[in-house]
């Protein structure tokens, strides 16, 4: 079964949690090894994604404190790790997969990870604000949606706020930096490993005023 079906919000193909078929894998944050079920119907069922782990590999280290998000959180192996390194930092995963929301809560619970909070996007204030955002965006959702996509959760990062994308550079990781600065964002193209673009988000006038 492909992966294809993890962006829906009910996959048809059944749950391994729980059963004789289901995979784990162990996630380094650290000097703590995390526990991650994994499952069919969620983003990256077979192990955690590499770009994932570019993304947590590169990305700076994240804030003591703050509203941190999770966009498209899958099996939670970011938000994990935002939770881990930032215990007193309040982590939003949201996914518009109901499997993926479940399986994150529970893989919270399993690390002692209190902080994480998991949501349906339907389910988040819209007046909550982020200090910071990682995300591994589901590309294969169509660029049209995930403009959208970025667009809206983008526009929630705080003034001094800033957002972690990684994206696969054979799936447009250049020109979606581009379009990102065409809306009004300061984008750096960091790291590029394994076939995968890190870049660093931020509003642009946080930027300018940077500069001075």
Known sequence: MSDEQYFTNQPRTGSTAGTVKQKTAQLRVDDKILQVVLDSGVFARKGIDAGT?????????????????????????????????????????????????????????????????????????????????????????????????????????????????????NLGSDSLAIWLTSIGYQVDRLVSKQGYRVLRVRPTRVADQSEF
């Open 53 to 169: 782990m570019v993304l947590i590999d590169a990305a700076a280290r994240p804030p003591a404190m703050g509203n941190f998000l999770d966009l498209g959180c899958g099996s939670g192996a970011i938000a994990l790790t935002l939770a881990a390194r930032s215990p007193k930092a309040t982590v939003y995963a949201i996914d518009v997969n109901e499997r993926a929301i479940a399986l994150t809560a529970s893989n919270a619970k399993v690390n002692n990870l209190s902080n994480i909070t998991v949501l349906l996007p339907t389910s988040v204030n819209p007046d909550l604000r982020f200090d910071l955002i990682w995300s591994n965006p589901p590309i294969r959702i169509g660029k049209n949606e995930l403009h959208a996509l970025l667009q809206l959760w983008l526009s929630k990062l705080t003034e001094t706020g800033e957002a972690w994308l990684v994206v696969n550079r």
